[in-house]
């Protein structure tokens, strides 16, 4: 069994779902519960590292993702 990697996710609602990103591997997935667009990213991102070449994964991971928040003036 391959070891696990661990990945972002950032969940957001849009309209009446959620929508779940993984950065570094600019993958999304989205649900109708938090829980769902989660399980779906999961279940999207395994699918990619069992069909993707090694190739594939190193050209798209971006190896360091920092998510942080700004203060910027508005109005």
Do not use: K, W, Y
């Amino acid at each position: 069994m391959p070891s696990p990697q661990r990945m972002t996710a950032i969940i957001e609602r849009e309209d009446d779902g959620f929508v779940a990103l993984c950065p570094e591997l600019d993958i999304a997935s989205q649900g109708s519960t938090i829980e769902e667009a989660r399980a779906n990213l999961v279940e999207a991102l395994t699918l990619f590292f069992e069909t993707a070449s090694p190739s594939e994964v190193a050209r798209r991971l971006h190896g360091e993702v920092f998510v942080t928040q700004v203060e910027v003036p508005v109005g």
